[in-house]
């Protein structure tokens, strides 16, 4: 039977991932072909089938990558071949956005569609900024224009700035409402301001323009309506921004809350494996930081688990296991459910982990408690909080990646355990982008550099090229623990902060100090 034909026009939300509606992710996780523009954030496309066909078409200002014409028809011919489409807008859907159109041009082709609204850029954006587009003492209404004459237009704009601003009723839009927000203003702004002050609004009404609204690099500007032509000029501000016009900018001063976070607008590299990155890049975002990923290193399962499957066949045998990394906690608890062992089987079993992270691993992926957990992360302090003294003839497990330090094996053996070692996982090396990241550090665009182990240290140096170490002069690199600071010392780099704790969270918090201290100096 075929497919009913069936088109989604979904509201991504203005750029935060987290802003997209639950139906919207779940249209995009569905379709077979998701068509999207640039101002929906490329991370919802992580949702998406691996067979999926991706198509952008994003407009911009002075460009089209398809025509709209060229979108509706590629829209209904998916449909009609029976696929599932999403159509991923920035926003919502129906604010400026012509889906409109799409709609009716799929309603005219007999395909169905479903409207799926988003979290629009017109108030969202003000929202990121700390502005409220009502508020009890300053706006009891808000009404969003285009800042062009046809209010259809969307991104593209295919008319002049200014052509037949004539035409427009500029007295009912200087009075529509209390806050007036402009979508697709910056280019008009100038027609827009004099109009606005033609019609009776004051030259000290306040404006706010917030670009990249709700994105990572969000940029905010304040000003007013006499001299908004020149500041957003003199700071080269520019689309897509949202103008926010009315008293209610000037209760940014009070509720300001994304923008002036710890790290708001620092770009931080993140060379983990990408694997791992995500507790670092969530952590470093809630403080406001711009992540940038450049996985140097990857992390797989041996190919051959032989080692670890004889060692969980004879679980019962030791008496202590040591994870030191999530990813250890990881593969060593795929192959026990390989194995038809589940957590039951570690019931005589002491666990130790070294890490916070670790030890959350260990609890969500085993369910399991861990036993000892020592109060610095780093090998001597788990051996001199070690639980148990007497260690003759204690067997012990460790679970690792397949080059690790041997420091805390030797000392257990010292103490008289028997300890088998036993090699899960290898780090091998990634390719990022390369030239990405050489034109961000040339540019001056970096302000910290993250290590959180040696071999990031080596793999990122090995990939940006030796004779480009001097490009990480003028930016702070940071190191996760003492061994991995030592590494990057080594390689001829000063690292100026060094995490003492193997915690992200502790990393991240160091970040943080080392931002607010350079703020106050
Ligand atoms: N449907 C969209 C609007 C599309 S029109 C929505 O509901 O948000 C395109 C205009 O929207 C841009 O020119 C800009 O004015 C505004 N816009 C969209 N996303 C934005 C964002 N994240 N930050 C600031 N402005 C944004």
Known sequence: MKNIPVVDLVGAGPGDPGLITLKGAESIRKANVIIYDRLAHPAHLNLARTDAELIYCGKQADRHTLTQDEINALIVDRALNGLKVCRLKGGDPFVFGRGGEEADFCRQNGVDFRIIPGVTSAIAAPAYAGIPVTHR???????VITGHERDDSGESGTRVAGQSEGRRNWANIANAADTLIFLMGVENLDVICTKLMEHGKSPDTPVALVRWGTWDDQETLVTSLSH??????????????????????????KLRWFDNRPL??????????????????DMLREQGAIPIEYPVIQTRPLANLTHLSNALANLDQYRWVIFSSGRAVEVFVDQMLELGMDSRALANVKIAV?????AETVKS????????????????????????????????????????????????????????????YETVKDHGNRDLILDMLTKGKIDYLTFTSSSTVTNFIESIGP??????????IVSLGPITAET????????QIVAEEYSIPGLVQEISDHAKNEEQS
């Open 264 to 281: 708001t607008g620092k770009r931080v590299i993140v060379t983990r494996a990408r694997e791992q990155a995500s507790q670092l890049t």
């Open 365 to 424: 992926k085993l369910n399991v408690i861990p036993d000892f957990i020592p109060s610095r992360f780093i090998a001597e302090t788990v051996i001199s909080e070690w639980p148990q003294k007497d260690m003759s003839a204690t067997k012990v497990l460790i679970p690792r990646a397949q080059s690790a330090r041997d420091f805390i094996p030797e000392s257990l053996e010292e103490m008289g355990a028997v300890v088998d070692i036993v090699s899960v």
């Open 137 to 143: 003492d300053a706006a009891s209404s808000f009404a």
């Open 354 to 358: 070294v890490g916070v992270s670790t």
């Open 488 to 495: 990057a010392r080594n390689a001829g780099l000063t690292t």
């Open 228 to 253: 908004a032509v020149n500041d957003v000029r003199s700071a080269a501000f520019k689309a897509p921004a949202v103008t926010v016009v009315g008293e209610v900018v000037n209760l940014r001063e």
């Open 467 to 476: 004779d480009n170490i001097h490009l990480l002069n003028d930016l702070t």
